[in-house]
């Protein structure tokens, strides 16, 4: 008691994670097909290890610039160029970031004063609720409907912004639905940017895992730039969520501001990992197909196997690798969960994870072999038959 109220106000307003729940949950259970996880499980392709480990190998293991080092930047500027048709100056409007955890979190500290609001997906990611109460912001729910294939609705966004709104947090590809956002309603929205004189914070760190969709930042178009902070990662499209490296690219003032958020938090970026996500960014990209090819197919395996059931309804995962089915029978998801894990012994993530109202909704994760996610499949029908 005492000791809490020594901690800030700041921390104290943080709910506890469920994602940290699970994980405690799943210590020692080797009985369970893991379906909640959100990395994937696919190993980080060889010649990228070979590039950290020569870095190594030739003492490349001290401090680095805290925007990052300049060859991976230039590295970031074209490949932003050749795929984002981002055009940025990798000396001013480029950072290297700790994952998208780190440029969200640098996004959020330098533009969220107390009190400012900030419009989040409902459901999303739950860290851009999280960060934005960490940086004394008041999040603001924007609910994405099933209806809508839970791709934000412009004037939805519109009725809720008010003379305290300074930040819209938009995440595509999606976590947890798999919903890519179209074009034109990303530009409508750039539009109302302009018009409410908003600042985007587009999470794309999901970008090259898509299906039949195609992808677009909207800080492709140049006017907008100025008012667009782009999170991007190595952790999905490379496999590689433990090296903890990503990048950000805004207008020079916005990335200043983190580089300085970044800077106190942790100096600098690991060394020899930036060498890596070099080599990863500049040498071939065949790893990265193969692993999409192989989530298109798990992703196929699941939805076939879920809609047989015919116990749950949901829209069809155009990207990312999850899929967020609407439970159709009388039970809420947490305890859909619970008894999942029980007596399937298959471990998802319930829908409250990410959402107000993700009572009947769960997330299931592709991240894991099409052998495994069969059986699951087996389990689950086993289970569901007798609800
Ligand atoms: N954004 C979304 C939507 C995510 O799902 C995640 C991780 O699960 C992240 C950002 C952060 O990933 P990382 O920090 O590993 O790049």
Redesign the pocket.
């Known amino acids: 008691m005492q000791l809490k109220s020594k901690l800030s106000e700041r921390v104290r307003r943080l709910p506890p994670s469920k994602f940290a729940e699970i994980r405690r949950l799943m210590i020692g259970r080797t009985d369970v097909i893991r379906l909640e996880l ?2 994937p499980d696919f190993d980080t392709p060889q010649h990228i290890k070979e590039a950290a480990i020569r870095a190594i190998n030739e003492g490349f293991t001290h401090y680095t610039p805290s925007e990052g080092l300049l060859e991976l930047r230039e590295a970031v500027a074209r490949k932003l160029k050749r795929e984002n048709r981002i055009e940025a100056n990798p000396e001013t409007e480029i950072l290297i970031t ?5 440029a ?1 979190f640098a996004a959020i500290q330098s533009l969220v004063n107390p009190g400012d609001e900030v419009l989040v997906p409902d459901p999303a ?1 739950p ?1 851009y609720f999280q960060n934005v109460l960490l940086a004394g912001g008041v999040p603001k729910r924007m609910f994405l409907t099933e209806e809508d294939g839970f791709v934000p609705d412009v004037d939805g966004i519109r009725k809720n912004v008010t003379r305290k709104t300074k930040l819209v947090v938009l ?1 595509t590809p999606h ?1 947890p639905t798999g919903a890519v956002m179209p074009k034109n309603v990303l530009e409508q929205i750039g539009d109302l940017a302009v018009e409410h004189n908003l600042t985007l914070l587009l ?1 794309e ?2 970008e090259r895992i898509v299906y039949k969709a195609k992808h677009f930042s909207l800080a492709a178009h140049s006017d907008l730039k100025n008012r667009i902070i782009t ?1 991007f ?4 499209t490379y496999a590689m ?1 433990g090296w ?1 490296i ?1 990048y950000a690219v805004s207008h020079a003032n916005i990335i200043k501001a983190m580089r300085s958020v970044s800077m106190y938090a942790n100096a600098c970026r690991n060394s020899f990992v930036q060498k890596a996500a070099t080599t990863a960014l500049d040498g071939p990209q065949d790893c990265v197909e193969a692993m999409v090819k192989e989530y298109r197919r798990r992703r196929d395996l699941m939805i076939g196997r879920l809609n047989e059931m015919e116990a749950f309804s949901m829209t069809k995962p155009m990207g990312a690798f999850y899929v967020y089915p609407r439970i159709l029978l009388d039970v809420e998801s947490p305890d859909f969960v619970k008894q999942l894990l029980e007596k399937a012994k298959v471990s998802v993530m319930p829908g409250t994870t990410f959402s107000m109202k993700g009572e009947k909704y769960v997330r299931l994760s592709c991240a894991n072999s099409m052998e495994r996610i069969s059986e699951a499949m087996d389990r689950v029908q086993r289970v569901v038959s007798r609800l």
């Open positions: 959100g990395e700790d994952g998208g955890f780190g969200i990611w860290r995440n976590n999470d760190v999901y999170v990662s190595f952790s999905k969520t903890r990503g």
